[in-house]
């Protein structure tokens, strides 16, 4: 055995190390519950700013669908003025002239209504346009929901694969230290160079660098942990097994093109750009209104006053705008071949999607294999350079660079096993099937349709359904 070179070598580390996390990990769970992925999901689900920001997204697309449907009630309007004529009037009567003053105030109020009758079908084509909106944007809320939870996936999977990284770092740095303190123990008595020492001295420099390098990288980790799930990370429960999924990837493929939320939401973008071309064509056709009106008139400081009220049918039609209602339908057709390319390219996506991330995973399965054969390999390179170096065949420098090798294959295999998580979740978003439902996380979701069946119709801030809408607005705001 080479001078400098002491027994306690990096397999008894990683020995050492795997034990203290397992008792580690079994005193906190009896004293504490620890946290596992689907509470991070959970957390990141109920924390995300950005599912806010979609779902008030989706509250206006519903309240367009009301504003829509109002056009298709009756619309009564009060008017009321008050005016004042001054000044002087002068009038001619067989060629003579009398000028009087003016002094009249008078008031004026007045009720409108009117109801549309018939237009084409342009307003109800508009709200059916509104509608197909509305579904459009939920399916983008289900696409946001899928990034927002596959963020957290990885924010858990690093955090726990970094804390691990760092122990190990930690415990190579103790060991390189001590063997360091030994290494110039027998350099003081003569028994090693000054070369010896120098070595173990920058192995150790190597174990700091190495160690400020990872503490920085989880710290960076915890960060976007916090930011994702809304709360630091406790004690980290290992994973659970990997999600579930069709092996074949042309399966997946067909099915994602038929199920996933950015199909679904650019076939319902195109649903609403094909009703604005045909509620575009019939602004060209007359509307029919029934109207009615009430009014009063009085003269201030006068006993003249009117009551006056009419009812009818008033019938409207264009027959030149300047060109301005068939711009409109060329526009909406530009449009609709618009969403047309849109669908067009998002089937693409999804499918190179799906492909991408089958072929991904694949990746990460056979990187965590060579992971696990280079611990076998490296394990083995080390016991031999270690048996070497008793019989002076080795220098301590070749037991230093074995020992890292070992960590190092044990670094890799942690980010390996973490990218296949990561990996296994990404193939469920590229299918449209990493959602709350979908892994039935046990959480209140969010649900599109209440805030849309009570709004569709429009209802005054004075009816029982106004007031709810109000009520979910004002504890919307509270949150």
């Known amino acids: ?18 034990f203290s996390l397992s008792m580690a990990t079994a005193v906190a769970a009896s004293s504490t519950q620890a946290e596992t992925l689907a509470d991070a999901l959970v957390g990141a689900y109920q924390n995300s700013g950005l599912l806010d920001q979609n779902r008030a997204l989706l509250r206006a697309a519903d309240e367009d ?32 002239g009398n000028t009087s003053s003016v002094d009249l105030a008078q008031f004026d109020a007045g009720l409108v209504a009117s109801l549309l009758l018939y237009d084409g079908g342009a307003a109800r084509l508009n709200r059916e346009a509104a509608k197909e909106t509305v579904l459009a944007t939920r399916q983008q809320l289900i696409s946001v929901e899928q990034q927002v939870l596959i963020r957290a996936v990885t924010a858990y999977m690093t955090v726990f694969a970094l804390r691990d990284s760092v122990d190990l770092r930690e415990n190579s740095l103790r060991l390189l230290q001590e063997e360091l303190r030994a290494a110039e123990d ?24 190495d160690l400020a390098t990872a503490q920085g990288d989880l710290q960076q980790a915890i ?7 809304g709360r630091q ?24 093109l038929q199920s996933h939320p950015d199909i679904l939401g650019a076939q319902h973008s195109v649903a ?14 007359p509307t029919v209104s029934a109207i009615g009106s009430l009014g009063v008139t009085e003269d201030l400081g006068a006993n003249n006053y009117s009551n006056v009220g009419r009812i009818g049918v008033e019938l409207r ?21 618009q969403e047309l390319g849109s669908l067009y390219e998002v089937r693409k996506g999804i499918s190179q999607d799906v492909g991408n991330a089958y072929a991904a995973l694949a990746a990460r399965r056979a990187s965590l294999t060579a992971s696990q054969e280079r611990i076998r390999a490296a394990g083995i390179a080390f016991r031999g350079v ?24 044990e670094t890799a295999k942690l980010a390996d096993e973490a990218n296949l998580y990561v990996a296994a979740y990404a193939v469920l978003q590229a299918t449209g099937r990493l959602t709350v439902s979908d892994l039935n996380l046990g959480v209140q979701t969010y649900d599109p349709v209440a805030y849309y069946n009570l709004a569709k119709d429009a209802p005054t801030a004075q009816s029982e359904q106004g007031r709810q809408l109000d009520r979910i607005l004002r504890s919307l705001q509270k949150n």
């Open 65 to 96: 669908v009301a504003t829509a449907a109002s056009v298709l009630k009756p619309i009564v309007e009060y008017t009321a003025s008050i005016t004042q004529d001054f000044g002087e009037r002068r009038t001619t009567v067989g060629g003579i």
């Open 386 to 409: 270690r048996e070497e170096a008793t019989l002076g065949a080795r220098t301590t420098l070749d037991v230093l660079d074995a020992e890292q090798d070992l960590l190092d294959a």
């Open 317 to 337: 039609g264009p027959i030149y705008q300047g060109g301005a209602l068939s711009s409109g339908i060329r526009r909406a057709i530009a449009l609709r071949d």
């Open 223 to 229: 960060e976007e942990y916090v930011n994702v799930v």
């Open 1 to 18: 055995m080479p001078a400098g070179y002491t027994k306690r070598t990096m397999g008894d580390v990683i020995r050492r190390v795997a």
């Open 272 to 285: 609403a750009a094909e009703l604005n071309i045909l509620r575009a064509e019939a602004t060209l056709n």
């Open 186 to 209: 027998r350099f003081e008595v003569g028994e090693v160079t000054r070369t010896d020492v120098a070595q173990a001295e920058a192995s150790v420099a190597q174990a700091r660098s």
């Open 233 to 256: 990370p406790g004690t980290l429960a290992p994973p659970p097994n990997l999600p579930r999924f069709d092996p074949n990837v042309e399966n997946a493929r067909v099915r994602a």
